[in-house]
């Protein structure tokens, strides 16, 4: 199921009705659809594919790691209920992917698919093609946000850090006296979603206990709609969609926070032109409406569109990477006391200086934790929107996906020495993991977690995540407090972390860690 921690028994039931008249509606069309298929083949064989395209919502990791390993490099096809993916796994063949033009093969339009905005995002009318309509999105993360972050980390980790404070105090502790079990994921995801409401809309918003609850609802939401609404038939998925978003509706709680705002930002930059005085701002949401075309400015509505769809895009996965990441850290207990060392002797202060780009033992570890337990099983996910060929003759018809076998990938042993081995510094310079005096493997070819050249967590080439310099300095700052903070352990290491869905996998929102405050001399 979906990472629900806060649904009603009304919701959950609304949800499973929809989602039973989906299986329904889904396998009656398919069987419809594929009568001449079914002539040709076995009727076995046909109801075996399709079972399997279902079990794909439950198994999808395993399954694409089935046929990654079936495959030998060679692209192959996923099944899923409602469409077919094409799997790639060579660099030379997601290298054609991100020669594609726009209009051949998007990103956007399988963005679109997968989070269904007009239904989630309050009536959003998402372009099928990024186009040069996107660029004031990505200069204002990939550009001005990464060189904005030395001012906003020291508000991002102190924010972080009292939050932590205030959410682990108020715990009960066990008998011992000093260790608390809160739930993990709930505590990341409020330190995530404050950092990103600072950076994108500013303090005010940050700080609207209202605005952020809902942004966190708004997350689970999306998820659940997106998924219901894919499951049906076109004809369904209309009436359905617009009755689950008026019942499931913190998308609009946002839009009406954030439409005020946007409003008197743009009145803002009018009076300013005329020579007035006016408030300076240095957020995304200022940073957007700045990058739009002069001839073509956007509308309060459109920057506010825009930025809903960036918050659900980056709360999301930053929240379930760091919770894996702080899994690891309490399955591999070795590399606390050389990570808390080198945050110790380095300090806050100089990696806020250096946007983060200070700790790379902590990067390492990072990306050691991402490599083998990625959020995400493919990556470079896109639609073809006119049929579309791969060098070697394997062809996708329009409406099919293509996507990197990004997992597979990060487990192959022609990439990555000893894949299946966790090694926190791997990635990090043999020189530095020398000089800890501890028998750590470092790997061969040092590398950043922010890097895209050797593996695909963040996509590829044109598209690769711009968010990706915020997202590891937010994520180094929220690990290095609780590495600095705590002595955590999970508090049943034994019970699953976490579970499948799609290509996904999530932790489980119920999962404990147990905490006791270090005492620093
Ligand atoms: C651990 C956290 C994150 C991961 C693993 C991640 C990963 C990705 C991936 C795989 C893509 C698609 C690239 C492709 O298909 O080639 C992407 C796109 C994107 N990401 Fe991230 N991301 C993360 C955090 C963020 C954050 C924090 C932001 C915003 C501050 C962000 C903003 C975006 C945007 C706007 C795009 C679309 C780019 C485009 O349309 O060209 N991401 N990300």
């Given at each position: 199921m979906l990472p629900i921690n806060s649904y009603t028994s009304e919701t959950g039931s609304l949800v499973l009705s929809c989602l039973s008249l989906a299986l329904v509606f889904t396998l009656a069309h398919r069987l419809a659809s594929s009568r001449i298929w079914l002539f040709r083949h076995s009727p076995v064989s046909f109801l075996r594919r399709r079972a399997r395209a279902w079990l794909f919502l439950f198994q999808g990791p395993s399954i694409i790691e089935e046929e990654f390993n079936k495959a030998g490099g060679k692209p192959f096809f996923i099944d899923v209920p409602e469409n077919r993916y094409l799997v790639v796994s060579s660099w030379n063949h997601i290298k054609e992917i991100d020669a594609a033009p726009d209009h051949v093969l998007s990103l956007q339009a399988a963005a679109k698919e997968l989070l269904?905005?007009?239904?989630?995002?309050?009536?959003?009318?998402?372009?099928?093609k990024r186009g040069a309509e996107g660029t004031p999105l990505i200069r204002t993360l990939r550009i001005l946000l990464t060189s904005h972050l030395p001012k906003i980390l020291p508000d991002i980790r102190r924010a972080m850090s009292a939050h932590m404070d205030s959410a682990i105090d108020s715990l009960p502790t066990l008998e011992d006296g000093k260790t608390v079990t809160p739930k993990l994921y709930p505590l990341v995801i409020r330190g995530i979603a404050y950092s990103n409401a600072l950076a994108f809309f500013g303090e005010d918003l940050a700080k609207n206990e209202r605005f952020v609850k809902a942004g966190m609802d708004f997350i689970e939401q999306t998820l659940l709609i997106a998924e219901i609404l894919r499951l049906l038939p076109k004809a369904l998925s209309e009436p359905v969609g617009r009755f689950l978003s008026s019942k499931l509706n913190s998308s609009r709680v946002i839009f009406e926070s954030l439409l005020p705002i946007a409003t008197e930002r743009v009145d803002q930059r009018a009076r300013a032109r005329l020579g007035h005085k006016v408030p300076e701002h240095k957020d995304c949401m200022q940073w957007i409406m700045e990058s739009a075309p002069k001839s073509k400015p956007w509308t309060p509505e459109r920057i506010v569109y825009e930025l809903i769809a960036l918050w659900f895009g980056s709360v999301h996965i930053t929240s379930t990477t760091v919770c894996f990441a702080i899994h690891d850290l309490c399955l591999h207990p070795e590399y606390v006391e050389p990570l808390r060392g080198e945050i110790e002797s380095t300090g806050w202060a100089a990696f806020e200086q250096t946007a983060g780009g200070c700790w790379p033992l902590l990067d390492s570890f990072m990306k050691e934790s991402a490599r083998v337990t990625?959020?995400?099983?493919?990556?470079?996910r896109r639609m073809a929107l006119e049929p579309f060929q791969l060098s070697d003759g394997t062809a996708v018809k329009q409406g099919e996906w293509l996507c990197s076998a990004a997992r597979g990938m990060m487990m192959d042993a022609s990439l990555f020495?000893?894949?299946?081995?966790?090694?926190?510094?791997?990635?990090?310079d043999p020189a530095i993991v020398e000089?800890?005096?501890?028998p750590f493997a470092a790997g061969e070819k040092p590398s950043d977690?922010?890097?895209?050249?050797?593996?695909q967590l963040w996509g590829?080439?044109?598209?690769?995540?711009?968010?990706r310099y915020y997202a590891a300095a937010v994520m180094k700052a929220m690990l290095a407090l609780f590495i600095t903070k705590y002595d955590m352990r999970?508090?049943?290491?034994?019970?699953?972390?976490y579970f499948a869905w799609r290509t996904f996998i999530y932790p489980f929102p119920g999962t404990r860690v147990s905490l006791n405050r270090r005492v620093v001399a």
């Amino acid at each position: 199921m979906l990472p629900i921690n806060s649904y009603t028994s009304e919701t959950g039931s609304l949800v499973l009705s929809c989602l039973s008249l989906a299986l329904v509606f889904t396998l009656a069309h398919r069987l419809a659809s594929s009568r001449i298929w079914l002539f040709r083949h076995s009727p076995v064989s046909f109801l075996r594919r399709r079972a399997r395209a279902w079990l794909f919502l439950f198994q999808g990791p395993s399954i694409i790691e089935e046929e990654f390993n079936k495959a030998g490099g060679k692209p192959f096809f996923i099944d899923v209920p409602e469409n077919r993916y094409l799997v790639v796994s060579s660099w030379n063949h997601i290298k054609e992917i991100d020669a594609a033009p726009d209009h051949v093969l998007s990103l956007q339009a399988a963005a679109k698919e997968l989070l269904q905005p007009k239904h989630t995002m309050s009536s959003f009318n998402w372009m099928d093609k990024r186009g040069a309509e996107g660029t004031p999105l990505i200069r204002t993360l990939r550009i001005l946000l990464t060189s904005h972050l030395p001012k906003i980390l020291p508000d991002i980790r102190r924010a972080m850090s009292a939050h932590m404070d205030s959410a682990i105090d108020s715990l009960p502790t066990l008998e011992d006296g000093k260790t608390v079990t809160p739930k993990l994921y709930p505590l990341v995801i409020r330190g995530i979603a404050y950092s990103n409401a600072l950076a994108f809309f500013g303090e005010d918003l940050a700080k609207n206990e209202r605005f952020v609850k809902a942004g966190m609802d708004f997350i689970e939401q999306t998820l659940l709609i997106a998924e219901i609404l894919r499951l049906l038939p076109k004809a369904l998925s209309e009436p359905v969609g617009r009755f689950l978003s008026s019942k499931l509706n913190s998308s609009r709680v946002i839009f009406e926070s954030l439409l005020p705002i946007a409003t008197e930002r743009v009145d803002q930059r009018a009076r300013a032109r005329l020579g007035h005085k006016v408030p300076e701002h240095k957020d995304c949401m200022q940073w957007i409406m700045e990058s739009a075309p002069k001839s073509k400015p956007w509308t309060p509505e459109r920057i506010v569109y825009e930025l809903i769809a960036l918050w659900f895009g980056s709360v999301h996965i930053t929240s379930t990477t760091v919770c894996f990441a702080i899994h690891d850290l309490c399955l591999h207990p070795e590399y606390v006391e050389p990570l808390r060392g080198e945050i110790e002797s380095t300090g806050w202060a100089a990696f806020e200086q250096t946007a983060g780009g200070c700790w790379p033992l902590l990067d390492s570890f990072m990306k050691e934790s991402a490599r083998v337990t990625p959020v995400e099983s493919v990556s470079t996910r896109r639609m073809a929107l006119e049929p579309f060929q791969l060098s070697d003759g394997t062809a996708v018809k329009q409406g099919e996906w293509l996507c990197s076998a990004a997992r597979g990938m990060m487990m192959d042993a022609s990439l990555f020495e000893n894949p299946a081995q966790f090694q926190g510094f791997r990635f990090a310079d043999p020189a530095i993991v020398e000089k800890i005096g501890r028998p750590f493997a470092a790997g061969e070819k040092p590398s950043d977690f922010t890097s895209i050249a050797d593996w695909q967590l963040w996509g590829t080439g044109k598209c690769a995540c711009p968010g990706r310099y915020y997202a590891a300095a937010v994520m180094k700052a929220m690990l290095a407090l609780f590495i600095t903070k705590y002595d955590m352990r999970l508090t049943d290491p034994a019970a699953p972390r976490y579970f499948a869905w799609r290509t996904f996998i999530y932790p489980f929102p119920g999962t404990r860690v147990s905490l006791n405050r270090r005492v620093v001399a």
